[in-house]
């Protein structure tokens, strides 16, 4: 099914520097994800014609798959705007190493739904890679679809304010 839809993804959140004595890990991997069309308006808006009433995220990397996600919820910002805050909840698989850490990987489908329908009138796959070290643990990469959408750059400098 060709997709319509434009998801314009931001990181914001969730950094929280956790200690035991000697050691200190960056945690960033909280997304907000806006769902938008072509003219830029938010589809999370079922009062907009052709907004969507829910959404449903499923992990697809998991042992039983299609899994429906607990760790996500929809909400609003400053601006009014709904979008969807995913925090966890989809299998993290280690796909691979690197000088700077071990490479997971998460495989999550976005189903959207209208008033009255039970089945889903689009969808999105989104995978996200996160990279682990021992002073960090944030998304370096997502892709929508299998295009490529967010890269981060690991940070080199991390600092914690107590």
């Given at each position: 099914?060709?997709?319509?839809?434009?998801?314009?993804?931001?990181?914001?959140?969730?950094?929280?520097c956790g200690s035991d004595e000697d050691n200190v890990q960056r945690i960033d991997?909280?997304?907000?994800?806006?769902?938008?069309?072509?003219?830029?308006?938010?589809?999370?808006?079922?009062?907009?014609?052709?907004?969507?009433?829910?959404?449903?995220?499923?992990?697809?990397?998991?042992?039983?798959?299609?899994?429906?996600?607990?760790?996500?919820?929809?909400?609003?910002?400053?601006?009014?705007?709904?979008?969807?805050?995913?925090?966890?909840?989809?299998?993290?698989?280690l796909v691979g190493e690197t000088a700077s850490g071990q490479i997971y990987q998460?495989?999550?489908?976005?189903?959207?739904?209208?008033?009255?329908?039970?089945?889903?009138?689009?969808?999105?796959?989104?995978?996200?890679?996160?990279?682990?070290?021992?002073?960090?643990?944030?998304?370096?990469?997502?892709?929508?679809?299998?295009?490529?959408?967010?890269?981060?750059?690991?940070?080199?400098?991390?600092?914690?304010?107590?």
């Amino acid at each position: 099914m060709k997709n319509i839809l434009s998801i314009f993804s931001l990181i914001f959140l969730l950094v929280s520097c956790g200690s035991d004595e000697d050691n200190v890990q960056r945690i960033d991997q909280v997304l907000k994800i806006y769902i938008q069309n072509q003219q830029g308006q938010n589809l999370l808006n079922k009062d907009l014609e052709g907004g969507f009433s829910s959404v449903q995220m499923f992990d697809l990397g998991g042992e039983f798959t299609s899994q429906v996600l607990k760790g996500y919820s929809v909400k609003k910002d400053s601006l009014d705007q709904q979008y969807i805050e995913y925090a966890a909840g989809g299998t993290r698989n280690l796909v691979g190493e690197t000088a700077s850490g071990q490479i997971y990987q998460s495989d999550l489908a976005i189903a959207y739904f209208i008033t009255g329908q039970t089945e889903p009138v689009a969808a999105d796959e989104l995978t996200l890679q996160y990279i682990h070290s021992p002073i960090l643990f944030q998304i370096q990469q997502i892709n929508q679809n299998g295009v490529t959408i967010f890269t981060k750059k690991m940070e080199s400098q991390i600092s914690c304010i107590s």
